[in-house]
Each structure stands twice: as C-alpha cells, then as structure tokens.
C-alpha cells in the first residue's frame, strides 16, 4: 500500500519556484505533524520544514526560511511546500512524512535548480 505520494518536482533555474504536494493515503492524528524532508546527493536526508497538523504550526530549517513555505489541507489530507528563491543547493529529492508516527517512505519527487 501507497501511503506517501509526493509531486510537484522539476527542473528550475535559480531564483524560480516550485509547489510540492504530498497526498497522504492513511490517517494523520491531529496531535501528529507532517514535514518535508530533503536528500541531495551524496548526503543523508535531512530535515526541511514541519507543520503540526490541529493548529498549522510550522518550523523551518534556517537555510530555507523566508524562500519556503509549508501548508496543509486537512480535508484532502495533503501537505504543500511552496519554494520560491531556489538556489542550487535546494536541489534533492524531496519527501514527505508524519512526524511521529512514520509511514513508509513514498518515492519523493525530484528537484532540480540548476542554471
């Protein structure tokens, strides 16, 4: 079963944008958050943005605050990552998951910034 279905990747230049979906086919607790993970290559996935999923707050990592937004529809169960200002080192794979209670991993959606 498919629990994490990330999209919204591609091939930008620096200083473009790109909205990242993630559509969550299994519950998200309303005492649990979703976040954003990245992993570039060679290195090992880290940790981008979260939002907590009953009252929407959220924390970033310093390196994307102010270029990256994240939001969720708690109705469709989806999360969004809105990156404006891409730089080249934003380029990874990009994945999404429950904070606490983790699913499997979905097959993340590429991102890359490159002029």
């Known amino acids: 079963q498919v629990h994490l279905v990330e999209s919204g990747g591609g091939s930008v230049q620096p200083g473009g944008s790109l909205r990242l979906s993630c559509v969550v086919s299994s519950t998200i607790y309303r005492w649990d958050s979703m976040g954003w993970y990245r992993q570039a290559p060679g290195k090992e996935r880290e940790f981008v943005a979260n939002i907590t999923w009953s009252s929407g707050t959220s924390t970033y990592i310093d390196s994307v605050k102010g270029r990256f937004r994240i939001s969720r529809d708690n109705a469709r169960n989806t999360l969004y990552l809105q990156m404006d200002g891409l730089k080249t080192e934003d380029t990874a794979v990009y994945y999404c998951?429950?904070?606490?209670?983790?699913?499997?991993w979905g097959q993340g959606t590429q991102v890359t910034v490159s002029s």
């Open positions: 998951n429950r904070e606490i209670l983790r699913l499997p």
